[in-house]
T-cell receptor, first 115, second 113 residues
Framework: EAQVTQNPRYLITVTGKKLTVTCSQN?????MSWYRQDPGLGLRQIYY???????DKGDVPEGYKVSRKEKRNFPLILESPSPNQTSLYFC??????????????FGPGTRLTVL | AQSVAQPEDQVNVAEGNPLTVKCTYSVSGNPYLFWYVQYPNRGLQFLLKYITGDNLVKGSYGFEAEFNKSQTSFHLKKPSALVSDSALYFC???????????FGKGTRLHILP
């Protein structure tokens, strides 16, 4: 089944404790992206990647890191989480970057609480 | 600056009535426009998109959207609402020159039985 998977789905942690949220897609998509969803603010893009070893900042990259060593994986790293990073996080992928734009496929979300 | 606006936080519609969820955009270059739906405790699902061509776009679950270049709008519509259409709807625009994705803040649609 074609899908985007995220782990963990739920995470409660404490300020300053490094964490990684994994994202994997099995559709051979070039483009991958991370978003956070907050009430009243909608979806905001954190980082995106157009291909392996190519990553770029979105609108709210502060406090986050990403890497794209393999095409299928795009982990989101919080080196020192803070309470303002409490949010619902979504990973997404789409087939291509250039040419006609393609819709994104979203993972199920990761609800992160930082105490 | 590029932006997407969904002017209504919430829309209430009686079951069986037509529904409209509004979206306006402001981007430079050719806009690629999308609608997504989010059901409770789920990720976003693609509904439909406008890239070029016919201004009326048909999508999943009986939804359609009308692209209006002069009004820079891309409103989502459905002729007859179902209770199961109740969800959070997001409009998004992909700017052609750098593929930056911009989402609206979302509109919560309530279909009343």
């Amino acid at each position: 089944e074609a899908q985007v998977t995220q782990n963990p789905r739920y995470l409660i942690t404490v300020t300053g404790k490094k964490l990684t949220v994994t994202c994997s897609q099995n559709m051979n998509h070039e483009y991958m992206s991370w978003y956070r969803q907050d009430p009243g603010l909608g979806l905001r893009q954190i980082y995106y990647s157009m291909n392996v070893e190519v990553t770029d900042k979105g609108d709210v990259p502060e406090g986050y890191k990403v890497s794209r060593k393999e095409k299928r994986n795009f982990p989101l790293i919080l080196e020192s989480p803070s309470p303002n990073q409490t949010s619902l996080y979504f990973c997404a992928s789409s087939p291509r970057v250039s040419g006609p734009s393609n819709e994104q496929f979203f993972g199920p979300g990761t609800r992160l609480t930082v105490l | 600056a590029q932006s997407v606006a969904q002017p209504e936080d919430q829309v209430n519609v009686a079951e069986g009535n037509p529904l409209t969820v509004k979206c306006t955009y402001s981007v430079s270059g050719n806009p690629y426009l999308f609608w997504y739906v989010q059901y409770p405790n789920r990720g976003l699902q693609f509904l439909l998109k406008y890239i070029t061509g016919d201004n009326l776009v048909k999508g999943s679950y009986g939804f359609e959207a009308e692209f209006n270049k002069s009004q820079t709008s891309f409103h989502l519509k459905k002729p007859s609402a179902l209770v199961s259409d109740s969800a959070l709807y997001f409009c998004a625009v992909r700017r052609e020159r750098d593929d930056k994705i911009i989402f609206g803040k979302g509109t919560r649609l309530h279909i009343l039985p």
